[in-house]
Antibody, heavy 119, light 105 residues
Framework: QITLKESGPTLVKPTQTLTLTCTFSGFSLSTSGVGVGWIRQPPGKALEWLALIYWNDDKRYSPSLKSRLTITKDTSKNQVVLTMTNMDPVDTATYYC???????????WGQGTLVTVSS | DIQMTQSPSSVSASVGDRVTITCRASQGISSWLAWYQQKPGKAPKLLIYAASSLQSGVPSRFSGSGSGTDFTLTISSLQPEDFATYYCQQANSFTFGPGTKVDIK
């Protein structure tokens, strides 16, 4: 049974760096073809893909946010970490992590964590 | 960058209605398209992958079609649990469409 869960601060100040952790079970990020991605959703708005890391440490980033994002994995801890620098109120959103296998879309999602950016 | 659009942005329908949602890519994406359903306060749920393949456990009233730039999601007979927002996603660039809200007429 695959599960993912996001954790991190619920409130960050403008200009700060956000660090979110996705802790998962039921699969390994050392298995060929496996990936974990991050997606966010501002309140009342659409989904936006942010970043993805694969089993072989290949990383992909949203072109519009690439300069602010870093994604890393800790295979031994079954965790993926996303950092986003220079946070702004427009970054207020629910942040999700999700599982991907091969060329499949994101088939398992975490419950999401709401991050508010405010001074 | 590939852009995804959806139409309509919202649709009001009744239980039992046939509902069709359209997704268009700004350039050809072959069959690299997925559809998700999202209910308020919940994570998205994968419905369709590779444009027309039904994800395991998804009711057969959901179907997808299309290739290249134009795609459709069809709900053949709308059920009460289907009132939600539906998103398409380009499966290679991971770009999502803006969503289509299906609500009760």
């Amino acid at each position: 049974q695959i599960t993912l869960k996001e954790s991190g601060p619920t409130l960050v100040k403008p200009t700060q760096t956000l660090t979110l952790t996705c802790t998962f079970s039921g699969f390994s990020l050392s298995t060929s073809g496996v990936g974990v991605g991050w997606i966010r959703q501002p309140p009342g708005k659409a989904l936006e893909w942010l970043a993805l890391i694969y089993w072989n440490d290949d990383k992909r980033y949203s072109p519009s946010l690439k300069s602010r994002l870093t994604i890393t994995k800790d295979t031994s801890k079954n965790q993926v970490v996303l950092t986003m620098t220079n946070m702004d109120p427009v970054d207020t959103a629910t942040y999700y992590c999700a599982h991907r296998l091969g060329v499949m879309p994101f088939d398992y999602w975490g419950q999401g964590t709401l991050v508010t950016v405010s001074s | 960058d590939i852009q995804m659009t959806q139409s309509p942005s919202s649709v009001s329908a009744s239980v039992g209605d046939r509902v069709t949602i359209t997704c268009r890519a700004s350039q050809g994406i072959s069959s690299w398209l997925a559809w998700y359903q999202q209910k308020p306060g919940k994570a998205p749920k994968l419905l369709i992958y590779a444009a027309s393949s039904l994800q395991s456990g998804v009711p057969s009233r959901f179907s997808g079609s299309g290739s290249g730039t134009d795609f459709t999601l069809t709900i053949s007979s709308l059920q009460p649990e289907d009132f939600a927002t539906y998103y398409c996603q380009q499966a290679n660039s991971f770009t999502f469409g803006p969503g289509t809200k299906v609500d009760i007429k």
